[in-house]
Nanobody, 127 residues
Framework: QVQLVESGGGSVQAGGSLRLSCAAS????????MGWFRQAPGKEREFVAA????????YYADSAKGRFSISRDNAKSTVYLQMMSLKPEDTAVYYC????????????????????WGQGTQVTVSS
């Protein structure tokens, strides 16, 4: 498995931006698709965005399209989530996750397709 540590969360006002980072350890990072999920209080964890292991393909939840951007730097073993035009409903704990398979030929989106998770970072958006 891949060990993951998120950072970059915080408190912002609506309309603001944040960039989350997820640092990975382990030699298999570059062969793993990566994803971001979030869990708001009282709600189930939900998919936000994912990126293929090569970085060329991305997929977003409808709530993230046009506002969030996922990217990765395999040389730094880090995946990012740039979030713009933040809304109060984006308030949640954000988790990064690594694909349970290597070199998957499509971008995974279901929680069960990921088997390594970070501890999460809190994002709070005030109105």
């Amino acid at each position: 498995q891949v060990q993951l540590v998120e950072s970059g969360g915080g408190s912002v006002q609506a309309g603001g931006s944040l960039r989350l980072s997820c640092a990975a350890s382990g030699r298999t990072f570059r062969n793993k698709a990566m994803g971001w999920f979030r869990q708001a209080p009282g709600k189930e964890r939900e998919f936000v965005a994912a990126i293929s292991w090569r970085g060329g393909v991305t997929y977003y939840a409808d709530s993230a399209k046009g506002r969030f951007s996922i990217s990765r730097d395999n040389a730094k073993s880090t995946v990012y989530l740039q979030m713009m035009s933040l809304k109060p409903e984006d308030t949640a704990v954000y988790y990064c996750a690594a694909d349970r398979e290597t070199a998957r030929d499509y971008v995974p989106r279901r929680e069960t397709q990921f088997d390594s998770w970070g501890q999460g970072t809190q994002v709070t958006v005030s109105s």
